[in-house]
Every structure is written in structure tokens, then in C-alpha cells.
């Protein structure tokens, strides 16, 4: 019997009146072009507005809160131009790999650079993205145990931080339970409020506390130096979603290039927004003494600011999950592209994730292999957090690293090898160069820091007291 050739959703490109075929999670639910408006702005699964508030929440955590710090190390308007540049290489990145998703039908970040480079870099990107994840949910476990026990104090309770990072793990633990990041989309919103809510509560205290502050600090506009290079990483880090850009690429409802430019430039433009409030105001109100986390430079007993508190701390337990989900995921496709590379036959990389997440369903192994994964996960990041207190030296680090390679330089690769036509024109080479160069100043950031941790280049500050 010969083979059915496979079935292939088409959808229109932008500007164009050519079909092209593509293995894009087809718009099975849709009946006009009214109600796809509307269902735009509900939280529907794979809707706009949905994956928007998984990529914010997915971003959201310690590069928010370091932001007042890297407008006190740059400047305002130094630390303002740096949240610009890394918001339009966010946009164009997130595009990026929404769009080469939707041509290739890979469901996963790994097989995506996988489809391009080979074996070996399915393997290579699945361990980037697990110990990025891992060090996102230390970093989000960090700044739990800075919140929390400011607001036990409030209400007369004195609890350790260890014990706040415990329960918030505990807390946690039926969260990462489910498959599909869809079924979260009911707590996704908290994040992009608690975002909002610590923008407003930061400039309605920035007057206040700006008028008790001593007047000898001085307000840094510009300051040129090493430490601009510990800010870029710092506010790369801040926009980075880019470990579920992929599978929310493949759970988008009809996901034209329109469409997915519509879900990368809003999250960058509201995150862009709120972070250069939050900056600047935060920045304003503590000037020279601003903390990493600016947030424990408040008291204990302010309610504003308390109840900023938390609301952080629910955005946080809820981005928990939604971190945690990507990074067991790649620990499973870690796993199956090692047993890929060992096997001589049946080779696993053409066959896996042809169908989009949204398409295909866990076996009962692999889910117990991810949830087994989410589990430990959760051990290993609070041991790390509670022996790790310093969080904007967690985030550059991090954000310098492994998040340069998942931000800037994979889909820069990705970008050149599955859309060449693209590619190959004026702003395709310039968009090329722009990224490689951003990938050479953040690795070059954090190899300072490594050297400057070991006392080698004690001589370049990548600090300002």
C-alpha cells in the first residue's frame, strides 16, 4: 500500500499571495475573521494574549529587579539605552524562532538548532537550556527569600529565609506537574500584573524617598566604563523568555508571521515600559545606595511596598512552573539525542518532535521522566539559593552566558540556516552582525567576571560601590 503523504496546514504569508506549506499547529477552532479578533483577548490556549503573559512570566524575576542598580553602575540614560537595545534584540530574536519553528514543525528549541547544525547540537542546546533553567529557578528561589520573610515580619512572624525558600519549593511541587504550558494560562496574567503594580508602587514612593535622601548623593546620567558590560548582561537577562518561545511558537492559534511579530513586539514593548519606570523611579529613590535587589531597600513596615512584595512573590511561584516545564523537557530531549548519537540505528532526531507540541502528547515514560526531572530540579535550585544570597551576581552571570547563547547567538545560527533568503539581504547581514557583536561584548563580560572572581583581573571593576 503506498505511503499517505503527510497532511500539511497552510496559512498565508505576510504580504504575500502565495501559500506556503508549513507544519504549523493548524487553526482548528476558527469561524471568521470577528471572532479570531476577539478570541485575541481571551485566554484562550495558543491565543495572542495568552502566549504574551507566558513569555512575560517566563522573563519575569531577577533582571526586573536589578534594573534600578544598572541605571545607578550606567546612568539613566546609559541604563535606559541599554533596555532598548536588548528590547529590539528580544523582538527580533523572539521572531526569529517563532518563524523558523513554524517552517521546520519542531516542537522544541533543541530540535529546532538540532534541524540545522546536527546531532550534536540538539544535545549541545538541551544542556544549555536545562542548567539556564536551572539557574533561573535559583534566581527566582533567591529573590522568594528576600521577600518572604519581610513579609512574616509585618505581621510578627520571624521565619529564616532557608525556611521560606523550603516552603516556596513545597508550594511549587503540583505546579509542575502538567504537560502543557496552556494549562497555566490561568495564572500567567499575575506576573504582567505584579510587574504593573511594581511599576506604580516604585514611582509613587520615588518622590518620598527621594526628599529624605542625603544631599550630597549625586544623580548619575552617564557613566562610561567596565561596568557597562556587567549592565548589558544584566538587562539581556531581563527579557529573556526565549526557553518557551519555541513551545508557544507551536501552541499559537493560526500562527502566521503576522502574528507571531504581533506576540514579540508587544512582550518586549510592555516589558521595555515597565522596566524603564521601574529603573529609573527605583534608581531615583536610593541613588548611590541603591541594594542589587532594590527592592530590601525598603523597610519592613511599609504597606505599599509590602504588598509589592507580595505581589512579586505570587509572580514568581507562578513563574516557577512555567520555567521549570522547558527545562525538564530538555533534560528528557537531552537524553533522547544522547541515545540518538549512541544508537547506530533508528535515528531519533528525524523523528522527534515532527508534530508541534500542541499535536502530540507525552508517552506515560516520558512523563514520568520529566515530572522525576521537575522533582530534583526543585532540590538541587533551593540547596543552591539558600547557599547563594547575591542575586545581581546570579543574574549577569547567568544572563552573560548561557542566556547571550539562548537570546542572541543560537537564533542568530538558526536565523542564517533555515531562513536564507531572508538572511542573505542588506537587513538580514546587518541583523547577523549586530547579534554576533552582542554575542562577543557578553561573553567578553563574563569571562571578566570569572577572572575577576579568581582575582586574575581584580583590576577591571566591573562594579561601582
Keep these: 500500500m503506498p505511503a499517505v503523504p503527510e497532511s500539511k496546514p497552510v496559512y498565508q504569508r505576510l504580504g504575500s499571495e502565495e501559500s506556503v506549506a508549513t507544519r504549523a499547529t493548524p487553526d482548528l477552532s476558527r469561524q471568521g475573521a470577528s471572532q479570531k479578533k476577539r478570541r485575541s483577548f481571551k485566554l484562550t490556549p495558543g491565543g495572542v494574549t495568552q502566549s504574551m503573559f507566558t513569555l512575560i512570566s517566563t522573563s519575569m524575576g531577577g533582571g526586573v529587579l536589578c534594573l534600578p542598580y544598572v541605571m545607578k553602575q550606567a546612568g539613566i540614560i546609559n541604563g535606559v539605552l541599554l533596555l532598548v537595545i536588548s528590547a529590539a534584540i528580544a523582538v527580533l530574536t523572539m521572531y526569529l524562532l517563532m518563524e523558523s519553528a513554524q517552517r521546520t514543525g519542531r516542537g522544541s528549541y533543541g530540535s529546532l538548532l538540532g534541524s540545522c547544525c546536527g546531532r550534536w547540537a540538539a544535545a549541545l542546546m538541551d544542556a544549555i537550556m536545562f542548567f539556564y533553567g536551572m539557574g533561573t529557578m535559583t534566581a527566582y ?52 500584573a505584579a510587574l504593573i503594580f511594581t511599576a506604580i508602587c516604585t514611582l509613587i514612593e520615588a518622590p518620598g524617598r527621594a526628599e529624605i535622601l542625603p544631599e550630597d548623593l549625586p544623580v548619575s546620567l552617564a557613566s562610561f566604563g567596565w561596568p557597562l558590560l556587567k549592565c548589558l548582561t544584566i538587562t539581556l537577562f531581563a527579557y529573556i523568555c526565549h526557553t518557551n518561545v519555541v513551545p508557544v511558537a507551536n501552541e499559537l492559534v493560526d500562527p502566521t508571521p503576522k502574528r507571531c511579530f504581533q506576540v514579540s513586539f508587544r512582550v518586549a514593548t510592555l516589558q521595555l515600559g515597565f522596566y524603564v519606570l521601574i529603573g529609573v523611579s527605583g534608581y531615583l529613590s536610593f541613588l548611590g545606595t541603591t541594594h542589587q535587589n532594590y527592592i530590601t531597600n525598603y523597610s519592613h513596615d511599609d504597606v505599599l511596598i509590602n504588598l509589592c ?24 530531549h537531552f537524553i533522547s539525542s544522547m541515545k540518538e548519537m549512541t544508537s547506530r540505528r533508528q535515528p531519533l532526531l528525524g523523528r522527534r518532535d515532527r508534530l508541534p507540541s500542541a499535536l502530540r502528547s507525552e508517552s506515560r515514560g516520558e512523563k514520568v521522566l520529566r515530572i522525576s526531572i521537575s522533582l530534583v530540579l526543585l532540590v538541587v535550585t533551593l540547596t543552591i539559593a539558600i547557599l547563594v544570597p547575591g542575586i545581581a551576581d546570579v543574574v549577569s552571570l547567568l544572563g552573560g552566558s548561557l542566556g547571550t547563547l539562548l537570546l542572541v547567538t543560537c537564533p542568530c545560527i538558526i536565523f542564517a540556516k533555515v531562513m536564507k533568503e531572508e538572511a ?5 547581514k546587518l541583523a547577523i552582525r549586530t547579534l554576533v557583536i552582542i554575542t562577543i561584548v557578553a561573553l567578553f563580560a563574563v569571562c571578566v567576571m570569572i577572572t575577576n572572581a579568581m582575582g586574575v583581573s581584580h583590576h577591571i571593576p566591573l562594579a561601582v560601590d
Design 141 to 192: 528561589l533567591i529573590l522568594e527569600g528576600d521577600f518572604l520573610p519581610a513579609l512574616f515580619a509585618w505581621i510578627g512572624v520571624n521565619v529564616s529565609r532557608t525556611f521560606c525558600i523550603i516552603l516556596v519549593a513545597v508550594v511549587a511541587i503540583p505546579l509542575v506537574l502538567p504537560e502543557k504550558l496552556s494549562v497555566l494560562r490561568h495564572v500567567t496574567p499575575i506576573s504582567t
Design 309 to 332: 512584595r507580595l505581589a512579586l512573590a505570587l509572580s514568581l511561584m507562578c513563574s516557577i512552573p512555567i520555567n521549570t516545564n522547558p527545562t525538564a523537557r530538555a533534560a528528557v
Design 424 to 428: 542573505s539581504r542588506l537587513s538580514g
